[in-house]
Structure formats: C-alpha cells, structure tokens
C-alpha cells in the first residue's frame, strides 16, 4: 500500500442521479477507504435550479466510504472551467498530485490503483503532463505491445495531474493572436486531433468555456503527453443530453469498463503508429471544419 494517495476531486452540479453513480463506482474501489475525497458543488444558475441543486446538496450530505470528505458548497453559479481551474488549483496548493472526476464518471473498482502507480511512475517524466483512467474506442496496432500510451492530448474523463505541470498552465492564453498567425503551430496543436484548434479559437472568442482546451495547450507548449490506458477504466454517463458540454443526446461515451492490472513502462515513448490511429479518432467532419471557418474565421 502506498504511504500517500492522491486525494480525489469530485466537481459536480445539477444531477443527482449521475452523481450517486459516480460516488458509488469510486466507492467501490479497494483504494475508497482510506483515500480523502473532496467534492465541489457548484450553485444553481437562477432560482429554477435550486431544487437541483438542493437535491444535489442531499446526495453529499453524510457521505461516507472514504477517509475523509470534505464538500466546499459554491453560493452562486461558477461554471464548470472556472469551478475546475480553481478548484484543481486549490487542493495541488496543500497536494502534490490530485485524481479529478466529474458527476457523470463511473469507473472500474481498480481505477484508483491505477492512477495512484501512474502518478507515482511518472512523476518525474516531465514530458508527460497528465494521466488518464479514459481512452477513446481506437483499435490499437496489432503489435503494440504496451498497456498504456502517449497522445498529445489531455483527457478530462478520469484523469490526473502534479503541481508542477499545473502550474505551467496559461489559463489566459495571452499569445492567442500570435498563435492566429501561426500555422505551424496550429498543426502542432492538431497532432493531437483536428478539432483542438477550432476548439481554442471557440474558447477564445467566447463561444465556448472549456478548461479542457486550454489544459491541452499546455501539454503541447510543453512539448508534453497524455498518458492513456490501452482499455478504458472510465465511462461516461452524461451524454444523455443532461451535461453542460453533452446538451445533445447519444450512448454512453466510452469503451467496456476493463479491470485488472496495467503494466507501466516508466521508459514508455510516443509511438508513430499509435499517434496516427489516435489523431483520426478526433478527426473533424469537413462539413463540421468549414462551418467553423465561416463562423469563427479561422
């Protein structure tokens, strides 16, 4: 057992019924008992929300299963890349590494076991920012041999991160309109999936609020990775049309929940192969592509 485990971050808002999913599929974990949990609960919009929120409020009231558990309760709306980036940033003040869910996250009971030794191996990777228990439904080469890979890209689905890369982050990103003129470097960005760019200049122009973007940024600045499970230890339950960023509906989003150990190379390199299957998975509709160029000019 390892002398200290990451404390687990929890950001919820208005789905109950989501939410007592989550809690219970991390309850489940071996690692649960004797791991802190700390659950941020943003607040309603406007008054039709309170009820929500209230019955949200009920869910975390007396929670147990865990070390200990501490709610911080928000008075009035923050959104969640704001609740994200400040919350994150307050418990890696007091940690050194966190584990984040959101409300709508059901993972395996070995999730925690995972993480934890994915943050222990890694941590003095510096080329590597952030840690999933998520991967994406790609068929990995035949003759990978790993359990784990590199993208260039940061998961927002069961994931994990160090202080220090945290604080490496430009929540701001201050150099946007040098980036604009820049296309080597949008390339660069789009290693990672065709969609980032547009996603940014979204961010940037105010059409969207995603942390998950700028996070992403940062890997790339840094010339960094994601590390990702070769099978998946969370799924998704919120695209059902309750989520910020889900308001459409469609299945559940992930692959088989799949338990048991991974291997973790702590030699582990990018693989040309891997990256080229990773990068098509986010490959963006040309239709999707031109309707952002019209609408956003990029």
Known sequence: ??????????????????????????????????????????????????????????????????????????????????????????VLQTHESIIVLEDDMLCTPDFLDYMNAALRTYRDRPDIFSVTGYTPPIALPADYGSDV?????????????????????????????KLKKDPVWQKKLGAGGEDLWPMLVKQQRGAIDSWAIRWTLAHVRHGAYGLYPAKSKIQNIGTDGTGTNFTFKTTAHG????????????????????????????????????????????
């Open 1 to 90: 057992m390892p002398a200290k485990l990451a404390p687990i971050v929890v950001f919820c808002y208005n789905r109950p019924h989501h939410l007592r999913q989550t809690l219970d599929a991390l309850r489940q974990n071996t690692l649960a008992s004797i791991s802190d949990l700390i659950v941020f609960s943003d607040g309603a919009k406007d008054n039709g929300g309170v009820a929500l929120i209230a019955e949200v409020r009920g869910v975390l009231a007396g929670l147990t299963g865990f070390k200990s558990v501490e709610i911080v309760a928000a008075a009035s709306n923050q959104g969640l890349a704001r609740s994200v980036i400040a919350g994150v940033s307050r």
């Open 149 to 177: 890979y590199l993208a260039p890209r940061a998961s927002s689905w069961g994931w994990g991160t160090w202080r220090d890369r945290w604080q490496q982050a430009d929540w701001e990103v201050n150099d946007f309109d």
């Open 255 to 298: 692959q088989e929940l799949a338990v048991g150990q991974v291997r973790l190379d702590p030699a582990l390199q990018p693989d040309k192969a891997v990256l080229a299957v990773f990068r098509r998975q986010y490959a963006l509709l040309w239709r999707v592509r031109v309707k952002n160029w019209v609408k956003y000019g990029i």
